[in-house]
């Protein structure tokens, strides 16, 4: 098995599970007890808390847990909603944690503007500066986009969304633990992650925000995680999220090496197919590529890796007889040639260049 659709998820890595393990066999206290066992699940979540931050370049206190990137998302986005009638805008390559969210908000009469994308993936800054000339509420900008790997200028939409008096919410999703963050040179003011796409457990996400404690709970309990996220912490789950932080810190650098796979995977292709690799031009993850095949059927071609034993991520889906290219690749204007064989190939650091080449090798031959 060849695994390329690590930005779907990633395998827990070995040294995660081994740090969860002992918070549930044998410090399995619950966090806020006063005895021992209760002592020792408290400093694993600190622990955690210390070194998500650390990844993120924040603060421990600016941390909280939640259950995944979608509940991090939700919570600012209904606390910014809570405040009365709102003014969103977001960019058209946003994640449907964050677009569903938003529109059934608008149905319920807050307002939204959805700011395109270019033909290389990246944010129309232009189109921005224009939705935000009359004020918002938030900006939701994500770092990096799912599908084509493509980093967004965020420090540009940072200066836009301070003048306009809007905060910056920047799903980091994607990005953590495969690009250096630092949420003070972003200028967010809230920054979701989520541990299962850097090799931490499915289950498990966090929340940075500059001021946590203004931010409004989904729902009501017994106050843990500074009053956001009542609900006793998952320690074993938030433990693995600490250690999948800090091991990704330590091996940024090694992402370098993805991308010169990734390279190679791209120049391979090219060379048996006609491909166009969308975002190229831009700035992306390295582990990232996008590649829309001409005349290819993206559901047939996931098919056919299946079977021959590697995992890839379609970009578009045919149902019913109907074919459709995502809707980011129709925010880029892909032409329908290439959109509707678009696969994603997605790497992680456990990826082996004999990988890639036996990948070249069964492409050429499907
Ligand atoms: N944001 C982005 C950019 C994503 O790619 C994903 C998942 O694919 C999410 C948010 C949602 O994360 P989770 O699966 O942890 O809810």
């Not at 166009?276 to 992306?284: D, L």
Request: aromatic content about 4%.
């Amino acid at each position: 098995m060849i695994y390329l659709d690590n930005n779907a998820t990633t395998r827990v890595a070995d040294e995660v599970l081994e740090a969860m393990k002992p918070y549930y066999t044998t410090w399995y206290g619950n966090p806020h007890s006063a005895h021992a066992l209760g002592r020792a699940a408290h400093e694993g979540i600190e622990k955690g808390r210390a070194e998500v931050a650390e990844l993120l370049g924040g603060k421990a206190h600016e941390v909280v847990f939640t259950s995944c990137g979608t509940e991090s998302n939700a919570i600012v986005i209904r606390h910014i909603a809570r405040k009365g009638r709102a003014r969103f805008v977001a960019t058209a390559g946003e994640h449907p944690s964050i677009l569903n969210l938003l529109r059934e908000l608008e149905g319920e009469g807050h307002e939204l503007t959805v700011v395109g994308i270019d033909g290389d993936g990246k944010i129309d800054l232009g189109a921005m500066e224009t939705a935000l000339a009359g004020g918002a509420d938030l900006v939701c900008a994500m770092l990096a986009q799912n599908e084509t790997g493509v980093i967004h200028d965020i420090p540009a939409v940072a200066r836009l969304a301070q003048k306009s008096g809007a905060r910056l919410l920047v799903d980091a999703v994607q990005a953590s633990g495969k690009i250096e963050i630092d949420v003070s040179a972003l200028g967010a003011d809230y920054v979701s992650i989520s541990g299962h796409k850097f090799h931490a457990p499915k289950g498990v996400g966090a929340l940075w925000a500059r001021e946590i404690a203004e931010l409004t709970p989904l729902w009501r309990g017994g106050g843990q995680e500074q009053g956001l996220r009542s609900g006793t912490e998952s320690v074993p789950l938030i433990v693995g999220l600490g250690k999948a932080a800090s091991l990704a810190k330590r091996r940024l650098p090694s992402m370098d090496c993805v991308g010169e796979l990734r390279d190679r995977l791209e120049a391979g292709i090219a060379a048996v197919s006609d491909v166009r690799v969308h975002g190229a031009a831009s700035p992306r993850l390295p582990n990232t590529a996008s590649i829309g095949f001409r005349g290819g059927d993206a559901t047939a071609l996931v098919g056919r890796l299946d079977e021959a034993g590697v995992c890839v991520s379609a970009g578009a889906a045919c149902h019913s007889g109907a074919r459709s290219a995502s809707a980011v690749l129709r925010a880029m204007n892909v032409p329908d040639d290439y959109a509707f064989g678009t696969v994603r190939f997605s790497l992680s650091r456990e990826t082996t260049p004999a990988e890639i080449e036996e990948t070249i090798g069964i492409l050429a031959r499907t």
